[in-house]
């Protein structure tokens, strides 16, 4: 099921959190949205979900508009918020079924489904627990069980490995690929990492705007810029090495790097590789290191947002 943003806009007072934002999400697509804070994203994901209305603009979730058919928007979503919001005396089982009434889970499936949720979060030996004796990890699971109950279309993750340990992160980051095969996901994360690992394509937005949309690898590759080298080269002093480097018409700088390698960063749309190469011919150096330095999310997202 298709999410498609339509130039939405919202205000609170004079400050614009959503400036004519639009933007469409596949089927079967998963989706990392990143910001720093205040960007806006929790604000879109709220209207996505229906938690609030945008000044303008509209957000069709299949085939229903989020202005015109808010309930049955809802029931093609599971969300899952940042602060994950459970009730800590109830035993899993019970709040998953509570969950489920509320999602209108007929009553004749509703034991199927909290069989098949306990079982596809990994919840088994925690399920007759009560939730407030869980771990953070345990409770997180909880939490995309209760967005998976009613089957919907659509998930909304925001946030969802906020405090988990490294081991739980790869965890849900596995169950999260697994589930998007079938279904729409928009995940928000801080973790720039997972998102790369986790996501299909990334939208970067900023001041309610978008800044960035594409794959991980179109993005670095749109920002990558001049070429910058890793050099070793050994066989002569290291402050001539670094005066003759400078001296290459196709250098702009060069900079020294650790484990007494050099950093050369080439002229716009130039490429330093061979004058390197015949530099040390030349010079009878030998050339140990010549690798090409790409440019991760983490320095993508800064140049976009700072």
């Known amino acids: 099921m298709d999410i498609v943003v339509e ?11 959503l400036d004519n934002l639009s933007f469409t999400v596949k089927t079967g697509e998963i989706l990392g949205f990143l910001g720093p804070n205040g960007a806006g994203k929790t604000t879109t994901m709220k209207a996505i979900t229906g938690y609030l209305t945008p000044n303008k603009g509209d957000i069709k979730v299949g085939r229903y508009s989020v202005l015109e058919q808010p309930e049955d928007v809802k029931k093609q979503i599971g969300y899952l918020p940042e602060h994950n ?3 800590l005396d109830m035993p899993v089982i019970d709040y998953l079924k509570f969950i489920g009434e509320l999602q209108g889970v007929p009553k004749e499936k509703i034991n199927e489904r909290i069989k098949e949720m306990i079982l596809t979060v990994g919840l088994d030996k925690e399920k007759h627990k009560k939730i407030g004796e869980l771990s953070k ?5 909880v939490g995309l069980a209760q967005a998976l109950i009613h089957d919907p ?4 993750f925001d946030e969802p490995t906020t405090g988990l340990d490294p081991n739980q992160i790869i965890e849900i980051r596995e169950l999260i690929k697994k ?3 079938e279904k729409t996901v928009i995940l928000s994360s801080h973790i720039l990492a997972e998102v790369e690992a986790t996501c299909d394509r990334v939208l970067i937005i900023n001041n309610g705007k978008i800044v960035a949309d594409g ?8 920002a990558q810029g001049s070429e910058v080298l890793k050099i070793g080269i050994s066989g002569g002093d290291k402050n001539e090495v670094f005066e003759a480097l400078k001296q290459l018409d196709t250098v702009q700088m060069v900079d020294f790097a650790e484990n007494k390698l050099f950093e050369v960063e080439s002229k716009s749309k130039q490429s330093s590789a061979k004058a390197i190469f015949d530099l040390c011919v030349q010079k009878g150096w030998y050339l140990t290191q010549l690798t090409p ?3 991760n999310l983490e320095d993508v997202f800064r140049e ?3």
């Open 293 to 295: 330095m790409e440019k």
């Open 7 to 17: 130039n939405i806009t919202k205000t609170y007072g004079s400050q614009k959190a």
């Open 179 to 181: 589930i998007g095969k």
């Open 215 to 222: 794959t991980a690898d179109e993005l670095r590759k749109k």
């Open 85 to 87: 919001p459970l009730y």
């Open 304 to 306: 976009l947002t700072m």
């Open 137 to 141: 990890g345990y409770r997180q699971r």
């Open 153 to 156: 279309k659509v998930l909304i």
